[in-house]
C-alpha cells in the first residue's frame, strides 16, 4: 500500500543485525541509514523529513555526500524517526531508551558495544594539556585557512577536525580535561557556525552556534558564551530579522559586557551596531559604534582571543560597513582607511569591504569609481567561495547597471 508523508518509517527489525548496516551505525553514517530507510520501507525523503524533522532539501543533501550531521540532536532526531532499537543506538553512539535492558537477544552486540565503550573511553583517557593545545592549534590554524581560503576549500579538514573533538569531549573523564576539550570545542564549533552563515546554510549555522554555546557553558568560559551568542545573532539577522538580532546582542552585552576583555567588549558593541544598521537604527547604531571606539584597547589583537581578530583599521571597516547604509559622507573613508590597513590575509573580509566601497560610491553616483572595487569583489568572493558576499556582489552590479542606463 502506498504510504504518505505522514506514515512512519518501519525499518525490519532485522536490518539491523545484519553487518552492512552495522557498519553503517559504528560510523554514524547518516546518508546510509537514510539509504537503509529507502532500501528496507520504500520511504521517500519527504517521509523520512518528515520523521526526522529534517528538511527535505537537507534530506536530498545528506544522501548525496554534499551535507554532514555533526549535531548530537540531531542525531538523537534521526535515531527516533527512523526506530533505531536500543542495540542500534548505542552502536551510534547514543544512549538506550530502555537503561534496564539496551539491547535484548542480539547475540553479541553487548558485548561489542561494551568493548568498544571502553576502547573509545580507554582513547580518551591518554588525552592530556598538550594533546589538547595540539588540537587548539590546529583549530587556530584552520581559521586561519578560512581568513585566506574560505569554508569551502577546509569544508573536509573542519568536519574532521569538529568530529575528533566531540568523540574526545563525549568519552573524557578527568573533569579538567573534559573543560578543556569543551572550551576548543566551543571555539572550533563556533567558526563552523561562522563559515556556515558565509555559505548562507543558515540551519547548519544555528546548529553550529548552540554546540559552541553548549561547550562554552561546560567550560565556563563567559568570553566564548558571549562570542557565540553574538554570532548566532547575525544567524537572527541574515534570516531577516534584525530586531530579534539586535536586542540578543544587546541582552549578551548587558549580561557579560564587564566579564569579558576588551576586544570582545569592542566586537560585540559593533556586532550591535550592524544589526542595528540592518534595522535601519541610526541612533541605535551610531551609540554603539562610539561604544566599540572608546572599549578598543590598544594593540592589534588579544592572544586569549584567537576567535576575535579587531584593531582600528578593522573598526573602520566596520563602521563603515553600518553607516554605508545612512548615506554618511564620511563612509568612504573610513573604509579607504581599513582598506589600507589590509594585510592580504583577510580575503572574505576584503570582499565584504570592497562590496562597502562600491555601495558608497555608487550610492555618490560615482560608478567609475565603484566599479574596480566590485570587480575585486567578485574575485575575492569566488576566491573564498563566499556565497554571502557573492550575492552581495550581484546586486550592486545590477544597481550598477541601472546606473548605466
Not at 550591535?272 to 544598521?277: H, I
Request: hydrophobic share 40%; proline share 3%.
Amino acid at each position: 500500500m502506498h504510504k504518505n508523508a505522514f506514515n512512519p518509517v518501519e525499518i525490519p527489525a532485522w536490518v539491523w543485525d545484519r553487518d552492512e548496516s552495522r557498519e553503517i551505525l559504528q560510523k554514524r553514517d547518516v546518508a546510509g541509514l537514510f539509504n537503509l530507510a529507502v532500501k528496507y520501507d520504500g520511504a521517500s525523503q519527504v517521509r523520512i523529513s518528515t520523521a526526522t524533522g529534517i528538511s527535505q532539501g537537507r534530506i536530498s543533501q545528506i544522501i548525496r555526500g554534499q551535507r554532514q550531521v555533526t549535531d548530537l540532536e540531531v542525531y538523537e532526531r534521526i535515531a527516533a524517526g527512523l526506530g533505531l532499537p536500543d542495540h542500534a543506538r548505542m552502536l551510534f553512539g547514543l544512549a538506550p531508551l530502555d537503561i534496564a535492558s539496551p539491547t535484548g537477544d542480539y547475540d553479541d552486540s553487548h558485548q561489542e558495544q561494551t568493548d568498544e565503550l571502553t576502547a573509545r573511553i580507554e582513547a580518551a583517557a591518554v588525552i592530556d594539556p598538550t594533546t589538547v593545545m595540539i588540537l587548539s592549534t590546529d583549530t587556530n590554524n584552520l581559521r586561519l585557512l578560512d581568513r585566506r581560503r574560505g569554508a569551502a576549500a577546509i569544508a573536509d579538514k573542519m568536519r574532521a577536525q569538529i568530529a575528533q573533538i566531540e568523540r574526545a569531549h563525549r568519552h573524557a573523564i578527568r573533569p579538567g580535561i573534559r573543560a578543556q576539550l569543551a572550551y576548543v570545542l566551543s571555539e572550533t564549533a563556533a567558526l563552523a557556525g561562522w563559515q556556515a552563515i558565509d555559505t548562507c546554510a543558515l540551519s547548519d549555522a544555528w546548529d553550529h552556534h548552540e554546540n559552541a554555546i553548549s561547550a562554552a557553558r561546560e567550560a565556563e568560559d563567559s568570553a566564548l558564551l558571549a562570542y557565540a551568542c553574538g554570532q548566532q545573532a547575525y544567524v537572527l539577522a541574515d534570516l531577516g530579522r534584525p530586531a530579534e538580532a539586535t536586542e540578543l546582542l544587546q541582552h549578551v552585552r548587558a549580561t557579560y559586557d564587564r566579564r569579558v576583555p576588551g576586544h570582545l567588549r569592542t566586537w560585540l558593541a559593533a556586532a550591535e551596531a550592524e544589526t542595528a544598521a540592518i534595522l535601519g537604527d541610526e541612533t541605535t547604531c551610531r551609540t554603539a559604534l562610539d561604544q566599540a571606539a572608546t572599549l578598543l584597547p590598544e594593540g592589534d589583537a588579544d592572544p586569549h582571543l584567537p576567535y576575535v581578530s579587531l584593531n582600528t583599521h578593522h573598526l573602520a571597516r566596520w563602521r563603515g560597513n553600518c553607516l554605508v547604509r545612512f548615506g554618511d559622507p564620511d563612509t568612504i573613508e573610513d573604509l579607504q582607511s581599513a582598506l589600507t590597513g589590509m594585510d592580504g590575509t583577510y580575503n572574505r573580509a576584503e570582499a565584504g569591504l570592497r562590496c562597502d566601497l562600491a555601495h558608497a560610491f555608487l550610492a555618490m553616483g560615482e560608478l567609475d569609481a565603484a566599479q574596480p572595487h566590485l570587480y575585486r569583489a567578485g574575485q575575492l568572493a569566488t576566491m573564498t567561495s563566499s556565497r554571502r558576499h557573492g550575492r552581495r556582489v550581484k546586486e550592486l552590479t545590477r544597481a550598477a547597471t541601472r546606473g548605466l542606463r
